[in-house]
């Protein structure tokens, strides 16, 4: 989206269809023409896939889609997501062999004082050759890993101050930013380099309300652009000016579910503060197990805008 422009906008997906595994190529071919014929050419931000469905809809596209695939899709499914996010430490995979995950801040592998990542996934990779998969929420998996390399691989990591079992708070392990400055031009605010502070103090925050187990997906960014995918998650601090953000609240574990403009601009040194006010309400008014996200659908969205 873009700040002050109505016609660029966050929105959940659609659901078009079944298809089986044999037809995912052509579909998927289908569906990338379908976005070269009709998105838009003259305007960057109206170049989006999501807005072609908005405007010629669902039952439009479906029929394009199995008209170019020259396949024909089946109703959906059942199905449900209940958590967005990645399988971190060891598993075992389908074959036998394990899996691990391990959490990059930021998705930007460094070494720093005490921790050095990078210099231990290069030794670990060179001497151990596992598959290196990077995921979409910024972590990274070393996978087909046979269980005799299971411990050499923790002892390894550990003399680098690497621990396979991440013992990061909940709510850091799902935290994202995106780059922002100083490398994106398209940057208003900080981002990457302010998020780990932030949460610093708001895992400070959590322990001072007794919430320090409560997982929070918070996510930042320095311009609406979303590349932190910040319009799904339960707290999103989006980059409008110089060390301004707007303050969204209300996505859910899922990631189903957009959030909302709680406050249109907040100074940085102030988000805290906002933050303390509304997880203070949070304990005090929560229903038994609900997260963060719900509770500000439930509750704060009713307040601010009389629809929940």
Request: aromatic share 8%.
């Amino acid at each position: 989206m873009s700040h002050g422009n109505a016609q660029a906008f966050p929105r959940i997906a659609d659901v078009v269809g079944f298809l089986e595994p044999a037809h995912l190529e052509r579909v998927a071919k289908a569906v990338l023409t379908i976005h070269r014929d009709f998105g838009d050419r003259t305007n960057r931000k109206h170049a989006r896939l999501k807005y072609v469905l908005q405007e010629r809809g669902v039952d439009w596209f479906r029929a394009e889609v199995e008209q170019r695939a020259s396949v024909k899709l089946g109703p959906a499914r059942a199905f449900e997501f209940t958590r967005q996010g990645d399988l971190l430490g060891w598993h075992q995979q389908t074959d036998g062999r394990f899996f691990l995950g391990l959490f990059v801040e930021n998705g930007r592998i460094r070494d720093s004082e005490g921790y050095r990542l990078k210099t231990g996934l290069r030794e670990v990779v060179a001497r151990f050759t596992p598959e290196v998969r990077l995921t979409a929420s910024q972590n990274l998996l070393l996978v087909n890993v046979p269980e005799e390399q299971r411990a050499p691989i923790n002892a390894l990591l550990r003399e680098h101050g690497v621990s396979a079992d991440n013992p990061f708070s909940p709510t850091r392990l799902a935290s994202m930013a995106c780059p922002a400055l100083p490398t994106c031009g398209l940057a208003l605010a900080e981002s990457e380099r302010t998020l780990p502070g932030l949460l610093t103090q708001l895992e400070g925050l959590l322990k001072e309300l007794g919430l320090e187990r409560e997982e929070l997906i918070v996510r930042m960014t320095g311009c609406p652009n979303g590349c932190a995918r910040p319009y799904m998650a339960e707290i999103a601090l989006v980059g409008k000016a110089p060390n301004k953000y707007q303050l969204y609240l209300g996505g859910n574990e899922a990631s189903t579910r957009l959030n909302r403009v709680y406050k249109d601009s907040v100074k940085g040194e102030d988000l805290l503060g906002e933050l303390k006010l509304l997880l203070t309400r949070f304990r005090q008014e929560r229903r038994s197990g609900e997260r963060f996200g719900d509770f500000c659908a439930r509750v704060i969205w009713n307040e601010s805008s009389g629809v929940a």
